[in-house]
């Protein structure tokens, strides 16, 4: 009886220890983030260089546990537990406490904080893994170890969502610290359970048979079906983000399925295999060109449909990857091939993508690439025969020719317009099914679909020269008849009218807009030399209030907006009214930072009007150093018209802290301003001055007082959270 209750117990021993390290892990990467970020900034250098140490060190882990094979179980478990014991000397989690140089470069720097800060922590708990997968075969006598991954996967998917929804709304970074340290001393005590089931004796191999050494091929193929959906995963949020809807935290979801997809695969399941076969060649055919075309009337719909291809994808690989999957004696080096994978789809799409691509090009890539890589199960039996008789090229060239004419014939401009695109795709993806089982031809047709059907119009735009990629997003520019519009993915971000208007401020910025209420009184306020700051270049609109004599400063993060605003020739605003002006690139924060105190008169900032919110520019600390570089008696003007999140409270609170009062005004443009394309704008206007604000509000009775709510507090940099700011969870009025 108690080695059957014994026999019961391993198994759920290596359960835990696993959840609990998977959990660990993925609690590491955004609470260091939320530490870093108001350090740092929110450069692109900065979050790439993270992005990398993070695949660094995991697959350092990984090659960690690796190494350890060779020794006996109970050494590697020796080895082991001192490493996680040695580690504790980073506990509690955080930042290390050097200061980095004014003049840093993240690509040197960020590596060495984050390495030195968590470098030890990261790389031990994320070695246990494939360590305990090996540990567990060896304790139960070469049991088949594979499950526990899937079970690794759900305590990761756990961490994944318990940050945004449960540690940050509800803990302060301290706490969040203080929480992970205590987690990480239950896993090792865990761990050295787990460590008391390993038999004695020598090497592994030690009276055991030993596998075969895996060909070259095959570690080639285990590599590429990593990093297919790797990559498809970060190309799915990008893609999500930017050309469908921005919504906020929506970059959890990709991760979470691609997560649990996993779980799905990771097991003996002839199901799975049928539909990874049937059901992902379809899936890819009918939807993938459907979402490449995009429609933002359907927006949610798309994002649905994005997670769809990607789960099944994801799903396809990884089930692939299972049944290539080694003996238990090979293991640490399958999970080497797949973490090295899963790395390289990471920089394809996290890194080189945006410099290579102006575009989100890499997902169409990686769709054909899950295409070429996962076998399929014919849907049509009798027609495998058609593709595999010695008339195979005769059908093939036949197939092609065919594929090639309805293509032709969709993008001809005709009488049917969309509807004979629609009709030639859909005869397309009509060919491809009958083609699913054989790999040329059904390749051959999804190409063809997703030119057809959004392809050709993304190689249009790019030949044309209109659209151009950083590593903040797609930028694209509109050119009308009336009018020139930039575009962030689906966020618009300005409009210059042609002819007469050209530098007529529009959208959020008109004349009758806070801002532009606030810009007007300007010499009033502050006299012909007024001091001026704008945070957010996008098109330059702002810089068609100046005046002759005032000093004005512009701060971007983003030096392609910079090239567009100001370098490019599509817009005009910076050259014909500010054409001296300095644009300082960089965290606007940091470059605050930098400046001299009590530098400026009016700072605004405009960091908000897209979806996507920058949290360290909304906290305490942060409306502390804008009081430092805007003088006492000055006005800091913060706009933040957003779909999703309700700001106001939170810059209330916030602000409040460090002594300011507000106004707010939420503008609905009129007729006239709406045919100058006018837009509904929310501005909050503050300063340490009660009488500026009262000036404010004589010359525009618009500006309304901005409370303080009494029963919420701001953010700070220890405490933040967006799930409590977004609209679903804020149902009351927000004007008055």
């Not at 190494?67 to 050494?75: E, M, Q, Y």
């Not at 140089?101 to 994320?126: K, T």
């Not at 008391?196 to 030690?206: D, F, K, N, T, Y």
């Not at 910025?509 to 009184?521: D, I």
Request: hydrophobic share 50%; with cysteine; net charge positive.
């Amino acid at each position: 009886m108690r080695g059957r209750a014994s026999g019961r117990l391993v198994p759920f021993a290596f359960v835990v220890t696993i959840l609990t390290s998977s959990f660990l892990l993925f609690l590491v990467q955004p609470l260091i983030a939320r530490m870093a970020l108001p350090r740092l900034g929110g450069a692109p250098a900065v979050w790439n260089s993270a992005m990398l140490v993070y695949q660094g060190l995991l697959l350092g882990g990984y090659g960690y546990a690796h190494l350890l094979r060779r020794l006996s179980p109970r050494t590697q478990a020796g080895v082991h537990l001192a490493l996680l014991v040695a580690a504790m000397a980073w506990l509690p989690i955080g930042l290390a406490s050097f200061t980095l140089p004014a003049d840093a470069e993240p690509a040197l720097w960020v590596p060495w904080l984050l390495v030195a800060s968590i470098g030890p922590l990261f790389l031990a708990v994320s070695a246990q893994a494939p360590l305990l997968q090996r540990w567990f075969s060896l304790s139960t006598h070469g049991r088949d170890p594979y499950a526990l991954y899937a079970a690794s996967n759900i305590g990761s998917f756990v961490g994944l969502l318990a940050y945004p929804l449960l540690v940050e709304p509800f803990l302060s970074v301290g706490d969040q610290r203080l929480l992970w340290s205590g987690g990480y001393g239950v896993l090792v005590l865990l761990v050295g359970l787990c460590a008391l089931q390993l038999p004695r004796g020598g090497g592994e191999s030690a009276g055991r048979h030993v596998s075969p050494k895996p060909a070259l091929g095959l570690c080639a193929r285990w590599i590429l079906l990593a990093l297919v959906p790797s990559g498809l995963m970060l190309a799915t949020t990008t893609f999500l983000t930017t050309d469908i809807v921005a919504v906020p935290l929506l970059w959890v979801l990709p991760l979470g399925v691609y997560l649990l997809s996993f779980t799905v695969a990771f097991r003996d399941s002839p199901l799975i295999k049928e539909l990874s076969g049937k059901l992902m060649p379809v899936l890819l055919l009918m939807f993938g060109a459907t979402l490449i075309a995009g429609n933002h009337n359907l927006a949610y719909l798309n994002a649905l449909i994005g997670l769809l291809l990607l789960l099944a994808v994801s799903v396809a690989c990884h089930a692939r990857l299972y049944a290539l999957r080694p003996a238990p004696d090979r293991l640490t080096g399958f999970y080497l091939a797949m973490a090295f994978g899963g790395m390289l789809g990471g920089v394809f799409a996290g890194l080189l993508a945006p410099l290579l691509f102006d575009w989100t090009y890499e997902y169409p890539l990686l769709i054909l690439a899950a295409a070429a890589l996962v076998p399929q199960q014919p849907l049509i039996g009798p027609l495998v025969d058609l593709w595999r008789g010695r008339h195979q090229r005769s059908f093939l060239l036949a197939f092609s020719l065919a594929v090639l004419l309805l293509v032709l014939w969709g993008l001809r401009p005709g009488p049917w317009g969309t509807l004979q695109e629609q009709t030639a795709f859909a005869l397309i993806a009509a060919l491809g099914l009958a083609a699913v089982g054989s790999r040329r031809p059904y390749l051959i047709a999804l190409a063809a679909g997703l030119f057809l059907f959004g392809g050709y119009s993304a190689i249009d735009t790019t030949l044309r020269g209109n659209r151009t990629r950083s590593y903040f997003g797609v930028y694209t520019v509109g050119d009308a008849q009336d009018a020139r519009r930039l575009a962030h993915g689906t966020t618009l971000h300005g409009i210059q009218l042609k002819g007469a208007g050209a530098l007529h401020p529009t959208t959020y910025y008109q004349p009758g807009s806070g801002v532009g209420a606030a810009l007007e009184a300007a010499p009033l306020l502050f006299g012909d030399q007024a001091r001026i700051g704008v945070v957010g270049l996008g098109t330059g609109t702002l810089a068609c209030y100046a005046r002759p004599g005032q000093d004005w400063r512009f701060f971007e993060i983003d030096p392609t907006v910079v090239r567009i605003a100001r370098d490019s020739g599509w817009f005009s605003f910076l050259r014909g009214c500010t054409p001296d002006a300095p644009v300082i690139i960089g965290d606007a924060r940091l470059r605050l930072a930098q400046s001299v105190p009590a530098s400026l008169d009016l700072l605004v900032l405009d960091a908000f009007s897209s979806d996507a919110v920058p949290m360290h520019l909304l906290t305490r600390e942060a409306f502390a150093g804008y009081g430092r570089v805007v003088a006492r008696n000055g006005i800091l003007l913060v706009h933040i018209s957003n779909r999703f999140l309700v700001l106001a409270p939170i810059v209330a609170a916030s602000a409040s802290a460090s002594g300011w009062q507000g106004l707010r005004m939420v503008h609905s443009p009129s007729a006239l301003e709406r045919e100058e394309e006018g837009a509904i704008s929310d501005w909050i206007a503050l300063s340490r001055n009660p009488e500026m604000l009262a000036a404010l509000r004589g010359r525009n009775p618009e500006w309304r007082p901005l409370p303080v709510p009494a029963d919420r507090t701001g953010w700070s940099d220890d405490y933040a959270s967006l799930v409590r700011a977004m609209r679903m969870f804020n149902r009351e009025e927000e004007s008055d």
